[in-house]
């Protein structure tokens, strides 16, 4: 499986690259679409058949999930479960999740479910929270079964380079 991602500045140019990738034959499923919220994504999902994911929703389900793993309480450590009601012990009102304190922010970590790379990932994260619009295509194509002709992904390209994409990764 390959993707590609654009970057685009609004939600005009995301509708129009989405009915350009349709033209071309790809389908809803093979599109994943990613906004801040629900304001920068509504059109987009009226106007097209294409679902767009809200960042911040995700993000706000994974603070609201409940937490597995060490946490740290006052100058002690205990572990999710466990009880800290011997002598000298911290009540846990106000408990870190240790693994979650190096982890980065919760909009980063919404992006984690979406399979991207990297450079695909440091792109998104910053653009979607100023309001820019991602628009991803997953083919099971790779490099090699295109040969010396173009492939699916190229034309993705072509199409996202077509409709003003700030940025291709």
Partial sequence: MSKRL???????????TLKALTEQGFAPGEITVIGKNREHTRRIEMETSVHADELMDIAQ???????HGAYIVGSMGATAGSSS??????????????EDMDAGTTM????????????QHEACSQAIQAGAIAVIVETDEDASDV???LGRLDKVEAVFRSHGAQQIV
Wanted: glycine share 18%; hydrophobic share 40%.
């Fill in 61 to 67: 389900t994974l603070e609201q999930e409940p937490s």
């Fill in 6 to 16: 654009a970057l685009f500045p609004n939600q005009e140019a995301a509708i129009q």
């Fill in 147 to 149: 040969g010396g002709g």
């Fill in 85 to 98: 009601s011997g002598l000298g012990a911290f009540p846990a009102v106000g408990a870190v999740r240790y």
């Fill in 108 to 119: 980063e970590r919404a992006l984690d479910g979406f399979g991207l790379d990297k450079p």
